[in-house]
């Protein structure tokens, strides 16, 4: 019997980890900032043309790539982020992965222009469907840009599943106002289709969400916060008579990170208990810090679900501070305060 097990060719492992990593035009620009955000950027835009289907664009001003790793960062599980096992402890970084790039390279026509601080020239490479087109030396800025076109042009059947420009555009607004809360001291800017649809300077988190969120934002702020051995809690719950019938505006950040958790919401919940007009829900932007390594980020590739060491403890801390916080809002005055 002969034997029928192959390797499969990395553009073909990639096309198929692209599948996991890149769902619609919002996952890539969830990536590529980022990537950004590792790099140390303080100034980040975003360029998107017909909701992500025609253009999404990044550019940074961060630490910029060399030569060999403007090559490079389009391999597979290639990162600078993480050497061993064991530095998936103690992650201070987005990625670490080394996916990303490999997969929407895999998906897409990519450009991109880098330049590290340091070097006079840059790099100008263009990668399409896994394949190098070309890689000159150029005059570029200092940072990085990338652009995305033709996402998923060797995946028609993605393509067409992809929803509405109003659809999709909400689902990118979606993972920019994420990253953007979670990195207030960054300069973020979106322009869609030509108009700018956010300019937001670097600021505290509190500014932040009000630029974002709007003026009235800032009345319906009540401050937490917490500290203890196991989580360092920051940020704001909404007054409970704003709450709302849809669940509306509702994060929690892990370690500068957006996630879902179930869990932790109904711990909140469980804070605003005789609070709340029946069926209503309260807005809140809870910032968690906990040590890297009493956490489990590695469960899903976009890595918005993630497991926690003291589960149960965390559920009672969150409870009795936002318990706390409520309790005091309307004797103590609402004092403007930096995280
Ligand atoms: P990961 O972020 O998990 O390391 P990516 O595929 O997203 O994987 O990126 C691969 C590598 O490319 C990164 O580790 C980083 O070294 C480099 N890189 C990507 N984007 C940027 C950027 N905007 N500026 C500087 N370096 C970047
Ligand atoms: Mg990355």
């Known amino acids: ?53 025609t253009l999404v664009q990044v550019i940074d001003n961060g630490k910029g790539m060399s030569v060999t790793d403007s090559r490079l960062c389009f391999e597979r599980h290639a990162t600078s982020k993480i050497r061993h096992a064991e530095d998936l402890f103690s992650l201070g970084t987005k990625g ?21 601080e340091q070097d006079e020239l840059g790099t100008h490479l263009i990668i399409e469907g896994s394949k190098f087109v070309s890689q000159d030396v150029a005059v570029v800025p200092k940072g990085t840009s ?11 059947a993605r393509r067409n599943f992809l929803k509405s420009d109003t659809v999709e555009f909400r689902h990118i607004v979606d993972e920019f106002e994420r990253v953007a809360m979670a990195h207030a001291n960054i300069h973020f800017v979106l322009i869609h289709n030509g108009s700018e649809m956010f300019n937001l300077p670097a600021s505290n988190t509190r500014q932040r969400i ?11 702020l009540v401050p937490v916060n917490e500290t203890t051995e196991i989580v360092s809690i920051n940020g704001f719950v909404c007054k409970p008579e704003f709450a709302k019938k849809n669940r509306g505006e509702q994060f929690f950040f892990v370690n500068d990170r957006f996630i879902k958790s179930g869990y932790l919401h109904h711990a909140v919940m469980a804070a605003y208990e005789g609070l709340l007009k029946d069926g209503t829900q309260p ?15 590695n469960i899903h590739p976009t890595k918005t679900e993630i497991k926690f060491d003291d589960e149960h403890a965390l559920y009672a801390i969150l409870r009795s501070s936002i318990k706390h916080s409520l309790g005091q809002f309307n004797v103590a005055p609402v004092l403007d305060f930096e995280r």
């Not at 670490?96 to 590290?116: C, W």
């Not at 009000?210 to 003026?215: A, C, Q």
């Not at 807005?283 to 390594?293: A, E, I, K, R, T």
């Open 1 to 53: 019997m002969s034997s029928i097990i192959q390797l499969l060719p990395d553009h073909v492992a990639n096309q198929i980890a692209a599948g996991e990593v890149v769902q619609r035009p919002a996952s890539v620009v969830k990536e590529l900032l980022e990537n950004s955000v590792d790099a140390g950027a303080t100034e980040i835009k975003l360029i998107v043309k017909d909701a992500g289907k």
């Open 96 to 116: 670490f992965r080394g996916e990303a790039l490999a997969s929407i390279a895999a998906i897409a026509h990519v450009e991109m222009k880098t330049k590290q």
């Open 146 to 156: 990338f652009s995305i076109k033709n996402l998923f042009f060797n995946i028609p």
């Open 210 to 220: 009000v630029n974002i969120f709007g003026g009235r934002t800032n009345e319906k």
């Open 283 to 297: 807005g809140y932007f809870l910032y968690l810090d906990v040590p890297p390594n009493s956490i489990d980020i």
